[in-house]
């Protein structure tokens, strides 16, 4: 179970990230495309984060209020 809680208040840049699941890589590139389009400012693009594990393939940007968001792909996660 995953609740998630959103509030009225002051943007709170640097204290939220957020990780949203994608099915491929082609998605996660896609999302982050879309992202920089509605002008979200990159923090890094799309790609394997080897430090985590060369399977992890995730872009990350920072939304309009200052907040992370990242799309992560996981092959091992789809049984890939």
Known sequence: RMFFWLRRGGAAPGAVHIALA?????????????????????????G???????????????????YSLEFVYKSWQHGR
Not at 24 to 29: N, Y
Not at 52 to 63: G, I, L, M, S
Request: net charge negative.
């Open 22 to 46: 994608a099915d491929s890589e082609e998605m996660v590139e896609q999302a982050h495309a879309a992202a920089l389009a509605a002008g979200g400012a990159e923090i890094h693009p799309p």
């Open 48 to 66: 394997a984060q080897l430090h985590y594990d060369p399977r992890y393939y995730a872009a990350q940007v920072r939304d309009l209020d200052g």
